[in-house]
């Protein structure tokens, strides 16, 4: 059984509800919604999946869809809130799924993301269908409790899928742009629906310039005429929810909620979603996206990580650095002309000081303030709140390869003022020929892993995190789920002087920077008073 298949046989139930349904026929643009074109859009997201999810969801339709249709060629009677919430958890279903996809992956992949968020918001049309079903007091009349419900069938599940599907074959800065957009608009509808009518205006306004963009990136993109004209005819429907907009602010009311009903909703339940769903049936694309396979550590704490997380997990050899020897990131820089001081670092890293000065951005210091409350705590990524200067000193310990599951594991343990400040486990994967730092952060039933990649900038190194092409990149890995954060960093080292380094390390969150901290590094043979 197969979504396809329920949604073909649902257009000839759809047709005799059109014919013998009591109720009026603007009714049927949600019917259509729920009925057809949720599986068939359900049949393309999921073609390729071979989980158990998509194995078993058809069955789980059956009596959403029975429960759909029943309400449809009856009255109102006892049982309407039953079944609607029949097809409400059957959308919760939907909703688990998406979000399942989205930790498979995390905050790459901007077009499966989109995806995703489609899958999740059709379970908030079927809250909006129970409301109606139910008539819950929602603020809103029957009328535009119903028409929200619709909302959240097309705007937020349709056109995110569609644009999803459309950035598996052309992705630009304008795609980025029109893609956030289509995120963040339906909330931005709703709530402009709720507070303000000048929200709502200024919502229909960014959706504008979402939809025109995508309406431009489908003759860019190498797609169908049907899918071309799905996106235009979504152009013209949204300048009449700007019309309609414009009425509610001023009062000058030009476009009735009857032509909004008639023209709006028709285009909107038959151009664009009719047409695109066809159009992307006859030219699927699949997913570029790939299954992270790097290697992983599998030691998780508990509710103190601290050096605690060591024990029993340490065994007797002795490792002096970070790194064994420099020359197996061979390639990505060269050890004949990086500063023999920084290949010394990391090779014998027990044999230098550290100073760190951490900055917290500004706007970033109340989230830093309450996360310190936190990281004491738990003993791990425990940094100062203040910028002072202090010494942060550190041993490594070998960590038993069969207790991490990776190689040639070491902890390198941090501490300011005999307060653990990080424990981090170091080691090392290739991947498609490319050497890659492996660190991982245990955390309480988690894991935060940092690959990064190293680059020579004459005799400086820098390791990142921020190259959106490979796997490099910072996760957190929970369960059975491998999942990129939208952080990134940045380690920047160079030498000053012989046996004096410099390192900058900076971090962004959603590409916002919000923490950098300034480390100098002395050998200890070196006198240095700080």
Excluded at 396 to 412: L, P, Q, T, Y
Excluded at 472 to 481: D, H, M, R, V
Aim: charge should be neutral.
């Amino acid at each position: 059984m197969t979504f396809r298949n329920i949604g073909l046989c649902n257009i000839l139930i759809v047709l005799v509800i059109a014919i013998i349904g009591p109720h009026p026929w603007y009714f049927m643009m949600l019917t259509v919604a729920q009925l057809i074109y949720l599986p068939l859009t359900l049949h393309l997201v999921m073609e390729s999946d071979n989980g158990y999810i998509p194995r078993y969801l058809p069955y789980l339709a059956i009596p959403a869809f029975a429960a759909v249709i029943f309400l449809e060629i009856t009255n109102d009677t006892a049982g309407d809130t039953i079944f609607a919430v029949i097809y409400f958890l059957f959308t919760l279903f939907i909703a688990g799924y998406g979000f399942s996809r989205f930790l498979h992956r995390g905050f790459i992949h901007l077009e499966e993301f989109l995806i995703d968020i489609g899958l999740i918001y059709i379970a908030i049309g079927g809250g909006w269908f129970v409301a109606y079903e139910a008539n819950i007091d929602t603020g809103f009349s029957p009328m535009m409790t119903w028409l929200t419900g619709i909302h959240f069938h097309y705007s937020a599940f349709l056109l995110p899928v569609f644009t999803g599907l459309l950035g598996r074959l052309y992705k630009s800065a304008l795609y980025r742009l029109a893609g956030i957009i289509v995120i963040v608009s339906p909330i931005i509808v709703a709530l402009g629906i709720t507070f303000s009518t000048s929200l709502e205006l200024l919502s229909v306004i960014i959706y504008i310039i979402g939809i025109y963009g995508l309406v431009y990136i489908s003759f860019k993109a190498s797609i169908n005429w049907l899918n071309r004209a799905s996106y235009a005819a979504l152009g013209v429907a949204i300048i009449f929810s700007l019309v309609y907009a414009f009425g509610n602010v001023t009062g000058l009311y030009t476009v009735t909620i009857n032509f909004m009903l008639l023209f709006h909703g028709v285009t909107n339940s038959i151009l664009f979603a009719a047409a695109g769903i066809i159009g992307w049936y006859a030219q699927l694309p699949f997913t570029r996206m790939q299954r992270l396979s790097f290697p992983v550590s599998r030691i998780r704490g508990k509710g103190v990580i601290g050096e605690a997380i060591l024990a029993d997990r340490t065994d007797h050899k002795t490792y002096k650095g970070l790194v064994d020897d420099m020359s197996v990131y061979e390639g990505d820089i060269n050890t004949d002309t990086l500063s023999p001081d920084i290949i010394d670092f990391y090779e014998n890293t027990n044999r230098y000081r550290l100073f760190a000065e951490v900055k917290w951005r500004a706007w970033f210091k109340p989230f830093a303030a309450v996360y310190r409350l936190i990281s004491r705590y738990v003993r791990q990524v425990n940094l100062p709140f203040s910028s002072k200067k202090v010494e942060m000193s550190g041993n490594i310990f070998s960590v038993k390869d069969d207790a991490d599951g990776r190689n040639e594991v070491r902890a390198w343990v941090r501490k300011i003022n005999k307060e653990t400040t990080f424990v981090a486990l170091y080691s090392s994967h290739e991947e498609l020929g490319r050497s890659y730092m492996n660190i991982a952060l245990p955390l309480p039933y988690a894991s935060m892993v940092g690959v990064l990649e190293l680059t020579q900038y004459e005799e400086a190194l820098q390791l990142s995190s921020t190259n959106k092409v490979n796997n490099s990149g910072i996760y957190l890995t929970f369960g059975k789920y491998l999942f990129r954060l939208p952080i990134e960093e940045q380690f920047y080292v160079k030498e000053v002087e012989t046996g004096i380094l410099r390192a900058q390390h900076n971090m962004w969150i959603f590409s916002l920077p919000f923490l950098k901290i300034n480390y100098d590094i002395y050998h200890q043979d070196l006198v240095k008073h700080q």
